[in-house]
């Protein structure tokens, strides 16, 4: 009878499991990861009655989580499962599911087996039946294979031969567990770096170690296509995944497809393969995973085969990349704006070179700042200069310039530019004597932007007197002014002084 715990736990892990399907596990799938890898990986999954239901539920929970972010499909990542047990079981092979919705649900439906630990009968299914190449559902030829086995570690068998043959036939081996087992034979069993390849994990905590598997898997089965990056009109960049491991070279050949060739062998000074110019060939040594390929042509089509040459024998990697055309001398067919003869209510705006040859027409855009009306004005091209018109007083504006190219390239500049402020003249002025060498002053103004006035008079040779009044006050009385002295007033506004109004005494 199982224990009130081993109860719970299994409801938890069902429950848990039913409302991590219920969500969209899309979401969480790294961009990075999508499309880099192609290759096979088995999954050797630990489903013996050592392995509590408990720990089995979060064991598949961490396969679906582990798995998620691959790209599968004939081209890309395939996943296949066995299962151990007493008698192993091959849940789904390679080419069962090229989905991961497909993967997801299969994960979801996967019942434990029970039984003993048969390890090493699993191991000869799947070195016969699954990683052997040609069989239906079995691994693709030159494509690297790698096993994962999730096990609790407890009794795992006489498995040190049967890895040591699928290491030898290329398989990389990983291995998590999440007991205390032999950690002497799984060091022995893992490619090497053991440190990367062999996990440790408490069940409870497998999760911690996704991403770090993760990644020791995408070293493995990165794609090894050859890539063409930063490509300019003399210049290409390539990259490739180092299969070499420090030992060998890479042989790298590249030369122009000759347009209207279909057939044709190569040779001395000919690239390899079928209609190509002549080719170049350089070498980069076996740690290398780039090489940049220089004084190319602009504007062509370039095909490079690049080939590991070391003691075992590999693919070569071809790609077709083109050159950028070659970049014409810019001209600058706007190199200045600039403003003149401001008013209240215009703005003269100027621009150059003058290029008519080159310019099919000007346009200008221009509105009060900060969110007036857009207007435009289209010039000929052979005219450098226009009055704006209609504008508002004491505004800024932001007017652009732009200059239409027979090419149908545009360059634009932008200035800005302050139209003056309205400065009325002062209305009246007008002069009475209320008292020896004293008069009163009385004058007219109320105008929007007033800031005040600004009084005058003479006081006796080379002198002079001033007074500052606020816009309110459109009075005063003035002591000591001399007989026939000139009293002038003047309206003063935020910029400058406005057009005043003179009287004498």
């Avoid at 039984?115 to 699993?122: E, I, L, P, Q, W």
Wanted: glycine share 8%; net charge negative; with cysteine.
């Amino acid at each position: 009878m199982k224990s009130i715990m081993e109860v719970r736990r299994a409801l938890t892990c069902v429950l848990l499991s039913v409302f991590l399907c219920a969500g969209d596990a899309q979401d969480s799938v790294p961009d990075s990861v999508l499309n880099c890898c192609e290759g096979d990986v088995l999954v050797l999954l630990d489903s013996s009655g050592s392995v509590a239901s408990y720990e089995f539920f979060h064991m598949v929970d961490f396969l679906k989580e582990l798995l998620l972010p691959f790209s599968l499909g004939p081209d890309q990542v395939r996943v296949g499962l066995l299962q151990v047990g007493t008698e192993p079981h091959l849940e789904f092979s390679f080419d069962t599911y090229s989905s991961q919705d497909g993967l997801q649900a299969a994960l979801g439906r996967t019942k434990q087996l029970k039984g003993n630990t048969n390890t090493v009968d699993a191991l000869l299914m799947a070195r016969n039946q699954v990683l052997k190449q040609g069989v239906p559902g079995g691994a693709r030829p030159d494509l690297p294979r790698v096993l994962v086995w999730l096990t609790d570690g407890v009794d795992p068998g006489e498995v040190q031969e049967p890895m040591a043959r699928l290491r030898e036939e290329g398989v990389a081996i990983l291995v998590v567990s999440t007991g205390h087992g032999n950690y002497q034979v799984l060091r022995e069993v893992v490619s090497p770096p053991a440190e990367e390849h062999l996990f440790f994990v408490d069940i409870d905590d497998i999760t911690i170690i996704s991403e770090d598997l993760r990644n020791a898997i995408i070293e493995i089965i990165r794609a090894e296509r050859l890539q063409v990056k930063s490509v300019t009109t003399t210049t290409a960049q390539l990259e490739w995944r180092p299969v070499l491991a420090g030992t060998g070279y890479y042989d790298i050949q590249f030369g122009p497809i000759r347009t209207g060739q279909t057939g044709g062998t190569g040779g001395s000074g000919t690239s390899p393969g079928t209609g190509l110019g002549p080719f170049q060939r350089i070498t980069r040594p076996g740690d290398a995973s780039s090489a940049k390929l220089i004084d190319l042509r602009p504007d062509t089509t370039y095909r490079v085969t690049l080939t590991p040459k070391a003691n075992l024998e590999f693919n070569s990697l071809h790609a077709t990349f083109t050159t950028l055309p070659e970049v014409q001398p810019v001209v600058q067919t706007l190199s200045t704006v600039t403003v003149s003869e401001s008013s209240t209510n215009s703005v003269r705006v100027s621009w150059g070179p003058l290029l008519p040859h080159l310019i099919q027409g000007y346009q200008l855009e221009y509105s009060a700042l900060p969110t007036g009306p857009l207007r435009v004005v289209s010039v000929s091209n052979r005219q450098n200069t226009t009055v704006l018109t209609d504008l508002q007083p004491d505004t800024q504006y932001l007017v652009t310039v732009s200059a239409r190219q027979a090419s149908g390239r545009e360059r634009a500049m932008t200035v800005k530019v302050c139209t003056q402020e309205v400065l009325p003249a002062l209305s009246d002025l007008q002069l009475t004597t209320v008292g020896d060498e004293s008069v009163q002053l009385h004058w007219k103004g109320s105008y929007d932007g007033l800031r005040g006035y600004w009084v005058t008079w003479e006081r006796g040779q080379s002198q002079r007197s001033t007074l500052y009044l606020p816009p309110n006050q459109l009075s005063t009385t003035l002591n000591h002014v001399p007989s026939r002295a000139r009293v002038c007033v003047s309206p003063v506004y935020r910029t400058a002084r406005g057009e005043g109004l003179c009287c004498t005494a």
